[in-house]
């Protein structure tokens, strides 16, 4: 049976800026943002996006590219022979299955405060009452459970359709709901009375802010950032490459799917920090941001139900582009490496995601009193595992296979990226791929353990 691939080069582009696209990134780069000295912090997280991010992602996606192939056989097809580097795709497939443990469990939290609003629950109470509508969400496992359920449901049927007429056309137009959302979001927050305050807090360089944070605090947070934006290390991109033509080179293509991925990213905070500001409420980050204080937000704004309902509305769609990326990572390995049908991938790929994914979605409620990585809840337990072990290291050992001798080597590698139109990455690179950047990478693993 012949392989899938994308129909078009913007098919290509939007699912891997999708997948990149994700819950964290959009309420978190925007706190960072403010918190680390407003346009400063944004300047030293396009520089280390420039440095760190885009060169490893262009690797994730010479390897998927060359071979053709998923994580573990794409690893089998170029790696030397005897050598094991293929044992890192099994750990890609568990990286992008504890992803979606509890990825699904948020995206469905965003599906149920979008019904929340768009059916009027907001605004049949006053303000005083928004965190108890959020803990009685989770305190629920039927609430929960339901909507992690069909979020799962909803990404396996667009999946099961295939890469074109399912991920490819769906992601197309999710990520034009979104961007039209952006903007219609962001010029509401901007044209707010008082919104300049907001405005200026976000994207003016705040030199008494870099001074309270520290120099370093405000690098370091910049560099982690650009690095955990474009989720590399578990072959979440690596599939896309797989998928993709021999027609543009990956270091324009990579820079391509940065920039979108930034554009959201800035666009997030000109929706919330003037929203915020304006209605004299502090922004904080996480999930108080999203579910206590932005609601507080909505309820205090003329339209609040409508405007509501579509910022969640956002956040569907910022969520379900990755969730449809990484399900198809999960089912590819399948389709790859045990020639399974696309039909039959689903299925047992559903079914484990749901079993996987409900100690997550019970850890509020039924399972509160689990506490599996010293006090952190299930939730916390396996972002913490996947973001400080799995992605930095998993980075190193894609930049490892593509740079040193003993893995696929760097000669090959940037044949297989400077291959077709576009910007073309230079040879003279090689030792700082090979030497400064395998450092950086390190110093973001030990920072995210101490």
């Known amino acids: 049976m012949a392989r899938e691939g994308f129909k078009s080069r913007a098919g290509f582009l939007l699912v891997s800026a999708g997948c990149a696209i994700g819950i964290g990134n959009v309420w978190k780069f925007p706190f960072l943002a403010g918190q680390n000295g407003g346009g400063l912090f944004v300047l030293f997280y396009i520089l280390f996006l420039i440095l760190m991010g885009a060169p490893v992602l262009t ?9 053709k192939r998923s994580a573990v056989s794409g690893y089998r097809a170029l790696e030397p022979k005897g050598s094991k580097w293929h044992l890192h795709g099994y750990v890609c497939f568990l990286g992008c299955l504890l992803l979606m443990m509890y990825y699904t469990t948020v995206a469905g939290w965003m599906l149920n405060y979008f019904w929340k609003f768009a059916s009027g629950t907001f605004s049949n109470i006053p303000a005083s009452e928004v ?26 049927l667009v999946n099961s359709f ?115 500001f304006a209605f004299g409420v502090q922004p904080d980050a996480g999930p108080s941001l999203i579910f206590l204080t932005l609601p507080r937000v909505f309820m205090n704004m003329a339209g609040g139900r409508f405007w509501g309902a579509a910022f969640f509305l956002f956040m569907i769609f910022a969520s379900m582009s990755t969730v449809l990326a990484v399900f198809e990572n999960l089912m590819s390995g399948f389709l790859d490496d045990f020639k399974w049908t696309r039909r039959k991938a689903t299925v047992v790929c559903f079914v484990i995601v749901l079993i996987t994914s409900l100690p997550c979605a019970l850890g509020y409620n039924v399972w509160s009193d689990v506490h599996l990585i010293g006090d952190r809840d299930v939730l916390e337990s396996e972002d913490f595992i996947v973001s400080n072990f799995l992605l930095p290291l998993g980075s190193l050992v894609y930049l490892l296979f ?49």
């Open 59 to 67: 690797m994730e996606l010479a390897v998927g590219r060359a071979s």
């Open 131 to 156: 965190s108890n509508v959020f803990s009685s969400m989770l305190a629920d496992p039927l609430q929960v459970v339901g909507c992690m359920v069909l979020t799962s449901v909803l990404g396996f």
């Open 162 to 276: 295939g890469v074109q007429k399912g991920l490819e056309v769906t992601t197309k137009w999710m990520m034009l709901g979104l961007l039209i959302l952006i903007v219609a979001l962001g010029v509401h927050s901007v044209l707010l009375p008082g919104a300049g305050e907001g405005l200026s807090f976000y994207l003016v360089p705040s030199l008494e802010n870099v001074q309270s944070q520290g120099v370093v605090k405000v690098i370091t947070a910049a560099m982690n950032q650009a690095f955990f934006t474009l989720s590399l290390g578990v072959a979440a991109m690596e599939i896309f490459g797989s998928y993709t033509s021999d027609k543009y080179t990956l270091g324009g293509e990579a820079i391509r799917i940065c920039i979108l991925d930034t554009m959201v990213a800035l666009a997030s905070g000109l929706i919330i920090f003037p929203a915020c």
């Open 402 to 450: 593509c740079v040193t001798k003993w893995g696929w080597g760097f000669d090959n590698y940037i044949a297989e990226a400077n291959k077709g139109q576009g910007f073309k990455i230079p040879y003279w690179l090689k030792n700082y791929f090979r030497f400064v950047l395998p450092i950086l990478i390190l110093i973001i693993f030990i920072g995210g353990l101490v």
